[in-house]
Structures are given as structure tokens and as C-alpha cells.
Nanobody, 116 residues
Framework: QVQLVESGGGLVQAGGSLRLSCSAS????????MGWYRQASGKQRECVAG???????SYADSVKGRFTISRDHADNTVYLQMLSLRPEETATYYC??????????WGQGTQVTVSS
């Protein structure tokens, strides 16, 4: 079994920062793509940022310049540094990872609340 466990969520004021972490454990050696998604109440889940095995990154337009995704291959960990957070970014943030065999894994999510 492969498990992804997120941490680092919480309550922050608008303009503040948070750093999310996602650690993988279980019977897997490495992932290809890893990323972060978020889902606000009543809305669809959206991709926030992604990073490939080679380190190529991609971001949703709304977070470019404020969010940074990074990963540690040795620990199968992915991070999301979030700056200048906005109230509309209040959501549950999910970590996702894809194995070389094509299986996608999801974490349980961590809540981020941005107060105005």
C-alpha cells in the first residue's frame, strides 16, 4: 500500500504564507509526476501545481509567482510554498502522485483557511 500524507495546512491571514508537505510511504520506489490540487467548498477540484521527475514545474495561472512546488526524490516528498495567500484560496489541498506504472495516488487532504 502506498500512502500520501499531507501536512502544513492551517489558518492564515490574507497575505500570509504556508508551506505544505506531502510524504509518501509504502511499497514504491519513486513517482513520475507529483502535484498539488485544491478543492473549495462547492467547487471542483483544480490542479494548483505539478512537478515532473526531472523537475519541470507547472502552475495554475492564478498562483504563478506566488506558489512554488518542489520535491525531494530521496524521500518521495513534495512541497508547496504558498505566499501572499488570498481568502478565495481557502480549500482542502490534496497531494497527488503517479507511479511509473501509471497508478495515481491521492492524499487525504489538508485544510487551508485564509481569513480576510
Amino acid at each position: 500500500q502506498v500512502q500520501l500524507v499531507e501536512s502544513g495546512g492551517g489558518l492564515v491571514q490574507a497575505g500570509g504564507s504556508l508551506r505544505l508537505s506531502c510524504s509518501a510511504s509504502g511499497r514504491i520506489f519513486s513517482f513520475t509526476d507529483m502535484g498539488w490540487y485544491r478543492q473549495a467548498s462547492g467547487k471542483q477540484r483544480e490542479c494548483v501545481a505539478g512537478i515532473t521527475a526531472r523537475g519541470t514545474t507547472s502552475y495554475a495561472d492564478s498562483v504563478k509567482g506566488r506558489f512554488t512546488i518542489s520535491r525531494d526524490h530521496a524521500d518521495n516528498t513534495v512541497y508547496l510554498q504558498m505566499l501572499s495567500l488570498r481568502p478565495e484560496e481557502t480549500a482542502t489541498y490534496y497531494c497527488a502522485a503517479k507511479s511509473y506504472g501509471g497508478t495515481r495516488y491521492w492524499g487525504q487532504g489538508t485544510q487551508v483557511t485564509v481569513s480576510s
